[in-house]
């Protein structure tokens, strides 16, 4: 193993405190969110300790890579921390369930998108088919803006996500005092598969994880910009914690706000939570409104979900670990190829699952629960390779470091990613192996090509 590059000096970089945590918070708020109250109305008061418990983990997981983003600043995010710690195969496994969780969680946005745009067309999207067709046209639109060039993406992701926060900040904050507190400690009323056995709200409780972080996912992205960033040992881990803060509080308060706003079985079949809540409260200029900052946000997510999940796999590629394909750029510098192949694999998962079931919330559970449970897959061995990575770099200063894979904080994310993939259930674990095992080929195909042209071995 290399050890671990130094951090470079600050001169040069431009990213404080503030503009770190607002890219905490820009990343994380996208349309994750926008959906999970009407997702998790079943499950009545546990939802809200779900939140809270969660909110709590999130914090552990970011704090995880902040760690990591300081012994490898500019490493590269996820997929290069397992490589460094456990080796090339770790790192492929890690980049290949990294990519998968955002090619499946592309649909899922482009559902949030469809159920608020419902809110000024439900007549016409109210049929399933014409719902699919739009969810597939806002995929492949943002797709092209990718396409064409990184500088208009980032262009498009810039004005829309300033457009988003204020209507939810709102809705935490004045929502609050329409809040029927009755509601809010509704009992659990689910399938009877999840809250089977004799302990039904720990089986509740471990539902709700995986449709809560996803809500979370992208806390390890701040870790991406580290070489920019103004003392990045110091800076990152406290910017980090403080977005991640920012987005627990923003969370945990407009999902106490919505719940306790609307009825329960209306809740529950919502395809707009928080247009539903607006209106109920302030009238329907805010539904309208909040509809409008939903949809502009669900646009800016498959916006910068597109863009991330065309890195991942470009740096796989550029390492011999996925398909030189991936790593072939378009006249522009853009990944073309792999973005084409990503989305047609979302378009593809978000036909399957629009024909096996008959509503939007139950499309949008199964994909989150099939796209969290892979994310975790890279948080486990993260939150591993931390102590891995810190020997590593104690011993090649010349010094001596007392075996302790874990600190408190890794093992609560290590322990609670496996809960999560526990609690997304037997269909979404087994659907993820399935997906994984299918990169076997690919790596060996990879370690065939490399001794095929005389390179050394991964």
């Known amino acids: 193993?290399?050890?671990?590059?130094?951090?470079?000096?600050?001169?040069?970089?431009?990213?404080?405190?503030?503009?770190?945590?607002?890219l905490v918070v820009g990343n994380v708020i996208g349309s994750g969110f926008f959906l999970s109250p009407a997702a998790l109305a079943p499950y009545g008061y546990v939802a809200l300790?779900?939140?809270?418990?969660?909110?709590?983990?999130?914090?552990?997981?970011?704090?995880?890579?902040?760690?990591?983003?300081?012994?490898?600043?500019?490493?590269g995010g996820p997929y290069a921390?397992?490589?460094?710690?456990?080796?090339?195969?770790?790192?492929?496994?890690?980049?290949?369930?990294?990519?998968?969780?955002?090619?499946?969680?592309?649909?899922?946005?482009?559902?949030?998108?469809?159920?608020?745009l419902r809110v000024f067309l439900p007549d016409i999207l109210g049929d399933p088919i014409l719902s699919t067709l739009v969810a597939l046209a806002a995929l492949w639109g943002v797709a092209l803006v990718n396409i064409h060039s990184v500088r208009a993406a980032g262009l498009f992701q810039s004005i829309v996500v300033a457009m988003k926060l204020l209507p939810?900040?709102?809705?935490?904050?004045?929502?609050?005092?329409?809040?029927?507190?009755?509601?809010?400690?509704?009992?659990?009323?689910?399938?009877?598969?999840?809250?089977?056995?004799?302990?039904?709200?720990?089986?509740?409780?471990?539902?709700?994880?995986?449709?809560?972080?996803?809500?979370?996912?992208?806390?390890?992205?701040?870790?991406?910009?580290?070489?920019?960033?103004?003392?990045?040992?110091?800076?990152?881990?406290?910017?980090?914690?403080?977005?991640?803060?920012?987005?627990?509080?923003?969370?945990?308060?407009?999902t106490v706000a919505v719940m306790g706003v609307v009825p329960r079985e209306v809740?529950?079949?919502?395809?707009?939570?928080?247009?539903?809540?607006?209106?109920?409260?302030?009238?329907?200029?805010?539904?309208?409104?909040?509809?409008?900052?939903?949809?502009?946000?669900?646009?800016?997510?498959?916006?910068?979900?597109?863009?991330?999940m065309a890195q991942v796999p470009l740096a796989a590629a550029r390492d011999d670990?996925?398909?030189?394909?991936?790593?072939?750029?378009?006249?522009?510098?853009?990944?073309?190829?792999?973005?084409?192949?990503?989305?047609?694999?979302s378009s593809f998962v978000l036909c399957l699952q629009a024909t096996g079931l008959s509503t939007l919330i139950g499309v949008y559970r199964e994909l989150i629960n099939l796209s969290t449970t892979a994310e975790m897959v890279p948080y486990v061995f993260c939150a591993a390779a931390e102590g891995v990575i810190l020997g590593f770099a104690v011993r090649a200063r010349g010094g001596r470091r007392r075996i302790r894979l874990f600190t408190f904080v890794s093992l609560i994310a290590f322990l609670f990613s496996l809960v999560t993939i526990f609690g997304a259930g037997a269909s979404a674990g087994l659907w993820t192996m399935v997906l994984m095992l299918l990169g076997l080929p690919i790596y060996a195909w990879a370690l065939l090509r490399r001794e095929a042209e005389g390179k050394p071995p991964l």
């Open 49 to 75: 300790i779900g939140w809270v418990m969660m909110s709590a983990v999130a914090m552990c997981i970011a704090l995880v890579f902040a760690r990591l983003a300081g012994l490898l600043p500019g490493a």
């Open 168 to 254: 939810f900040i709102a809705i935490g904050t004045i929502g609050l005092f329409w809040v029927d507190p009755s509601r809010l400690f509704l009992p659990i009323e689910v399938p009877t598969d999840a809250a089977a056995g004799n302990f039904p709200v720990l089986s509740a409780l471990a539902a709700t994880m995986p449709l809560i972080m996803f809500a979370f996912l992208g806390i390890e992205s701040s870790t991406v910009p580290a070489d920019d960033v103004v003392d990045p040992a110091r800076t990152i881990p406290r910017a980090t914690m403080l977005g991640t803060l920012l987005c627990a509080l923003i969370f945990i308060f407009c």
């Open 267 to 308: 809740l529950s079949v919502s395809s707009s939570p928080f247009a539903d809540a607006a209106s109920m409260m302030w009238g329907k200029w805010a539904g309208w409104t909040l509809a409008g900052a939903v949809v502009l946000s669900s646009l800016a997510a498959l916006n910068g979900w597109t863009l991330v």
């Open 81 to 116: 921390y397992a490589r460094h710690a456990f080796g090339s195969f770790a790192g492929f496994i890690v980049a290949w369930a990294y990519w998968i969780s955002m090619w499946v969680s592309q649909p899922a946005i482009a559902l949030t998108f469809v159920g608020y």
């Open 321 to 345: 670990l996925f398909p030189p394909v991936f790593a072939r750029l378009n006249r522009n510098g853009v990944p073309s190829i792999g973005i084409v192949i990503s989305i047609g694999l």
């Open 1 to 22: 193993m290399t050890s671990p590059p130094e951090t470079a000096p600050s001169a040069g970089r431009s990213l404080g405190l503030i503009a770190c945590s607002a």
